[in-house]
């Protein structure tokens, strides 16, 4: 038997496999929907302090190989998100993951707080989404990180890990390890989508989407091997003690398989899931049982981190 269970911050998952934040993770019946697939955990999406509606639309676009997306973080408000967390921690036995997107540190502070008083089993505070008008990529300034970091350390009872940005560059890499490492940060998911890009149609030569002149995050395979780098490269740098997910452009159990080598412990399933829907978890596990099985591999940890060398 091939066992594919992981753990996130110590919390058992029965599959490395799960959604990511997402466009499709903002009400209760979508919640329900990746309850009742083979997702091993309910990634909720990302909330703030208040409702919102989002960018206007059209705010996302399929594209051949992935997708590009300015939502600009719609979701019905944390008050919501801990609702929606008691009752599917009552219906399902799955672990449910919260996402914490506040717009000021006072509004970080006041979510996850409410959050310490609910059953969710581990928070993915993502700091920065790029798509937010006015605001920049919270991520690449490290400052604002240390500090941001440092108040939810303070007011989070519950494990924590943090959603990054792609880095491109080794010193950017290091440098936010470093301020990683000064708190009680859990795990690192590595990676939201590339920050603004431009998809262009040239029939009506317009922009795809709306928000912000046309640019957005670009998610799916074009951004596979940038969040391959990022799980290499975080994976080396915190020496297993902060686990690592990964997440971009993840569509079959290869992927998968390709990215628990570079180090990630877990894995999350965004356009893939928006593109071929709640069959796609199965999908990548059954996959990645079959790779496991012909290279006689029992656990994942047989291979985790464990990339060979060309020399
Ligand atoms: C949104 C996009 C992101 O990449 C993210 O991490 C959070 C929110 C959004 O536009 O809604």
Same mark, same amino acid.
């Given at each position: 038997m091939v066992d594919i269970s992981t753990t996130i911050a110590s919390v058992k998952l029965d599959s490395c496999v799960f959604n990511a934040s997402g466009p499709a993770d903002v009400t209760l019946a979508?919640?329900?929907?990746?309850?009742?697939?083979?997702?091993?955990?309910i990634t909720m999406k990302s909330c703030t302090l208040e409702a919102r509606e989002g960018n206007p639309e059209p705010r996302y676009a399929d594209l051949?190989?992935?997708?590009?997306?300015?939502?600009?973080?719609?979701?019905?408000?944390y008050k919501a998100y801990v609702e929606f967390?008691?009752?599917?921690?009552?219906?399902?036995?799955?672990?449910?993951?919260?996402?914490?997107?506040?717009?000021?540190?006072?509004?970080?502070?006041?979510?996850f707080e409410a959050f310490n008083d609910s059953p969710v089993d581990?928070?993915?505070?993502?700091?920065?989404?790029?798509?937010?008008?006015?605001?920049?990529?919270?991520?690449?300034?490290?400052?604002?990180?240390?500090?941001?970091?440092?108040?939810?350390?303070?007011?989070?009872?519950k494990p924590f890990g943090v959603k990054l940005p792609p880095y491109f560059d080794v010193v950017h890499f290091e440098e936010v390890a470093k301020v990683i490492k000064k708190?009680?940060?859990?795990?690192?998911?590595?990676?939201?989508?590339?920050?603004?890009?431009?998809?262009?149609?040239?029939?009506?030569?317009k922009p795809l989407i709306k928000p912000k002149g046309g640019m957005g995050g670009i998610g799916g395979k074009y951004i596979k091997y940038t969040a391959l780098a990022n799980v290499r490269r975080f994976y080396e740098l915190?020496?297993? $003690?902060?686990?690592?997910?990964?997440?971009?452009?993840?569509?079959?159990?290869v992927d998968a398989f390709e990215f628990i080598l570079a180090g990630a412990s877990a894995v999350q399933i965004g356009t893939a899931y928006l593109q071929k829907g709640p069959t796609i978890f199965a999908?990548?596990?059954?996959e990645l049982k079959n790779?496991?099985? $012909?290279?006689?591999?029992?656990?994942?940890?047989?291979?985790?981190?464990?990339? $060979?060398?060309?020399?």
């Open positions: 979508e919640l329900e929907k990746i309850a009742r697939s083979k997702s091993s955990a051949i190989d992935g997708s590009i997306n300015s939502m600009g973080l719609p979701n019905l408000g967390s008691q009752l599917l921690n009552k219906k399902y036995k799955k672990p449910v993951v919260a996402s914490i997107s506040g717009m000021t540190l006072e509004d970080n502070i006041r979510i581990f928070i993915e505070f993502n700091p920065g989404s790029p798509n937010t008008i006015g605001k920049p990529i919270v991520g690449y300034d490290m400052q604002l990180m240390d500090k941001l970091l440092k108040a939810v350390s303070k007011a989070c009872k708190y009680p940060v859990k795990f690192v998911t590595c990676i939201n989508s590339i920050g603004n890009g431009l998809v262009i149609d040239p029939k009506t030569e915190f020496n297993g $003690k902060i686990d690592v997910i990964g997440v971009g452009g993840i569509y079959s159990g999908k990548v596990q059954n790779i496991m099985k $012909k290279k006689n591999y029992k656990k994942l940890s047989d291979f985790r981190g464990k990339l $060979k060398t060309l020399d």
